[in-house]
C-alpha cells in the first residue's frame, strides 16, 4: 500500500532532551516536508527537500533539523525541544512538488514538551 | 492582511443542505489552488484541484476569481460524512501556503 508513515504517533518528552521524528514513504516521491499544526494556524511549513542531498528551510525552521539521505526517509530532528514546539507535526511527500503533484501526508505525530 | 483568510466556521447544516465556503488569498500571482479535506486532527487529503476558473467534482464544486482573489468551494446534498474542517490552499511559484480551514458538521 502506497503510504507515508510517521513514527511515532505520540510522543512526550522534556524540555532539552533530543528527539528524532521518522519519516518514510514507499512511493519513490522526490519531493518530502514537514509541517506542523497550530490551533488557529493554518500548517506550517518548516522544512523542505526537492531529493536526495537537498533540503531547504521553509517559514518556521527554526529549532528543528533534517536530513535526506535517501530518497524513502526524511527525519525530523529536534536537538534541544521546548515547550513552544509542543505540535502536531505532518510529513507530507509528493512525486515532483508542487504544485505539479499532489502532496501525500503522513498520519501525523502529536509532541507534546513539558 | 493574512496570506490566506477562511471564516472558521463552524457551519452546522442539516443533511441534504448545500454549503459554500470561501476562501481570499493575498498574492495576486498565486496560479494553482486546491482544496484540503481535513477529518478531526488527522491527516489533510487533497479534495480538489482548480487550475482554470473552476472544477466539479461530483456534489463538489469549486470556482475561482482571480480578479477579486477568492475562490469558493461549493458542496450539495450534504452527507454526515462531509463533515470535516476544509483547507484553502493557493500555490505561490511551488510553496503551499495552508488557509487555518473551515469546519463543517453536517447534523441528521
Keep these: 500500500e502506497a503510504q507515508v508513515t510517521q513514527n511515532p504517533r505520540y510522543l512526550i518528552t522534556v524540555t532539552g532532551k533530543k528527539l528524532t521524528v521518522t519519516c518514510s514513504q514507499n512511493m519513490n516521491h522526490e519531493y518530502m516536508s514537514w509541517y506542523r499544526q497550530d490551533p488557529g494556524l493554518g500548517l506550517r511549513q518548516i522544512y523542505y527537500s526537492m531529493n536526495v542531498e537537498v533540503t531547504d528551510k521553509g517559514d518556521v525552521p527554526e529549532g528543528y533539523k533534517v536530513s535526506r539521505k535517501e530518497k524513502r526517509n526524511f527525519p525530523l530532528i529536534l536537538e534541544s525541544p521546548s515547550p513552544n514546539q509542543t505540535s502536531l507535526y505532518f510529513c507530507a511527500s509528493s512525486l515532483r512538488g508542487p504544485p505539479n503533484s499532489p502532496l501525500h501526508f503522513g498520519n501525523g505525530t502529536r509532541l507534546t514538551v513539558t | ?108
Design chain 2, 1 to 108: 492582511r493574512k496570506e490566506v483568510e477562511q471564516d472558521p466556521g463552524p457551519f452546522n447544516v442539516p443533511e441534504g443542505a448545500t454549503v459554500a465556503f470561501n476562501c481570499t488569498y493575498s498574492n495576486s500571482a498565486s496560479q494553482s489552488f486546491f482544496w484540503y479535506r481535513q477529518d478531526c486532527r488527522k491527516e489533510p487529503k487533497l479534495l480538489m484541484s482548480v487550475y482554470s476558473s473552476g472544477n466539479e467534482d461530483g456534489r463538489f464544486t469549486a470556482q475561482l476569481n482571480r480578479a477579486s482573489q477568492y475562490i469558493s468551494l461549493l458542496i450539495r446534498d450534504s452527507k454526515l460524512s462531509d463533515s470535516a474542517t476544509y483547507l484553502c490552499v493557493p500555490d505561490q511559484g511551488g510553496k503551499l501556503i495552508f488557509g487555518q480551514g473551515t469546519e463543517l458538521s453536517v447534523k441528521p
